[in-house]
């Protein structure tokens, strides 16, 4: 159980295009889903929270109008990448968490890379 | 300020030498504490919540145990599969939705 999807798994874009990232839990619904931003050898670094049916919650220095989230159902959230530039290549991480349960259950990543 | 520091940054074991990670914790009233194991290129992989000091939880050779300061993650008689980083998260009782992730340990098992 706690399975939680993203697709694409790797995608390559040029600059100045829109990239989405789906998050999907594929056996729960997730009341609160979470996408997190991971440099090289770092750890991960929240960008944003988002609970179903409301707007994401950003963290401090996360651009809103470049990192749009949306959490349409409780078992969907979509991360899209406005307007890429090279800094923005990176690997994105969501995760899911239902109601009660403390722990997040993390998808398997999506790694970006912007040309 | 909330926060979370693991040690070592590396450890290479011998298959079967058995030790400890470590997770060192600062947070305004503990929620719960979480160890996580995450392979190159993958999101990690949930382990264990611990909730309160004193508590201690397994899975197959691994065994979690939390202080009121600190969590440690005792790995017995590892395999070279075993090998992969692993990150610590806390979770305070002021917010709900944020964890604390450590920089984790890059734990690496010779056959």
């Known amino acids: 159980g706690a399975v939680v999807s993203q697709h694409p798994s790797r995608v390559i874009c040029k600059s100045g295009t829109s990239v989405k990232i789906e998050c999907r839990s594929l056996?729960?619904?997730?009341?609160?889903m979470f996408w997190y931003r991971q440099f090289p050898k770092q750890s991960l670094m929240l960008m944003a929270t988002?609970?179903?049916?409301?707007?994401?919650?950003?963290e401090q220095g996360v651009e809103k109008d470049k990192f749009l989230i949306n959490h349409a159902s409780l078992t969907l959230s979509t991360l899209t990448v406005t307007s890429a530039h090279p800094e923005d290549s990176s690997f994105y991480i969501c995760?899911?968490?239902?109601?009660?349960?403390?722990?997040?259950?993390f998808g398997p990543g999506t790694r970006l890379t912007v040309t | 300020e909330d926060q979370v520091t693991q040690s070592p940054e590396a450890l290479r074991l011998q298959e079967g030498e058995s030790s400890s990670l470590n997770c060192s914790y600062t947070?305004?009233?503990?929620?719960?504490l979480f160890w996580y194991r995450q392979d190159p290129g993958k999101g990690p992989e949930f382990l264990f919540t611990?909730?309160?000091a004193g508590e201690e939880k397994e899975k197959e050779r691994l065994k979690a145990t939390l202080t009121k300061k600190e969590s440690f993650l005792h790995i017995t008689a590892p395999k070279p599969e075993d090998s992969a980083t692993y990150l610590c998260?806390?979770?305070?009782?002021?917010?709900?939705?944020?964890?604390?992730f450590g920089s984790g340990t890059k734990l690496n098992v010779k056959p």
């Open positions: 995760s899911a968490r239902s109601r009660g349960p403390l722990e997040q259950y």
């Open positions: 056996d729960f619904q997730a009341t609160t």
């Open positions: 988002s609970n179903e049916g409301s707007k994401a919650t950003y």
């Open positions: 947070v305004s009233g503990l929620r719960g």
């Open positions: 611990l909730y309160s």
């Open positions: 998260a806390v979770q305070a009782r002021g917010n709900f939705n944020k964890f604390y």
